[in-house]
């Protein structure tokens, strides 16, 4: 009975337990014009059959909520299929004026999946920045930061991410927040980034007392943040669901992330 009635709770309300998750981030060399710059990260939507316009609503009015300067979507924007790539603009198009930085974005490995060209045209339609192996200064006359982007690990040949070429976009002096879907790339850009910011693990999607999710991905870097060398990672668990529509004790989430000047 325990079983059915999670299953229940999670399918009918879990997935709708939306919550803002404020998360003051120190970026080593941040300029202080830009201390208390805000982020707000969005992941794993999965546009699809069980994420649509309710969801997306929801997800807009906790963005507005947020009050950004920047929004940032990191992959699994879709679910399966590229038919949802005009909704998925449509809905970009309402985020971008809510930002004066805009949106940018990477795909996932469930863009690809649904079809990342697709994926991406709509953003760039919408007026997103795509930061697929890219890089951009975010910032003002009193300063700047570098956010760079990749490609998902799970690309096919010819779409591997490449963090030098990203890298190469921005100051090599300039301090660096990265959005990469996965959150094993870090292994990679360790020491390299200041900030990565992540999703793909939905925090484990659902959770009983323990995450089993922290057993079987690498590192166990399911949700939010952690310290590794001289780099942080902060892992989103993610907005909308994959496989059953179904979330417990993992509630879907928006993160406001607050740089500090450190």
Known sequence: MVGTGSSFYGALFGRRDYTIDEVPIPIAGLPRTLDGLTIVQLSDIHVGSFVGDGELRAAELLVREARPDLI??????????????PQLGRFVERLRPLARFGVAAIPGNHDHYAGVEAVEEALRRAGAHVMTNAGRLIGDRGGAFGLVGVDDLWAREGRRPDLDRALSMV????????LAHQPV??????????????????????????NPAELVLPNGWVRGRYDVGESILYVNRGFGTAGPPTRLFSPPEVTKIVLVAA
């Not at 940032?72 to 790539?85: I, M, P, R």
């Not at 790339?185 to 323990?210: I, P």
């Open 72 to 85: 940032v979507l990191t992959g699994d924007l879709l679910d399966h299929d590229a038919a949802y790539a």
């Open 171 to 178: 100051p090599p002096d300039a301090p660096k927040i990265l």
């Open 185 to 210: 790339f870090l292994e990679e850009a360790v020491g390299k980034v200041q900030l990565q910011l992540s999703g793909h693990t939905h925090g484990g999607q659902v959770s009983l007392g323990w």
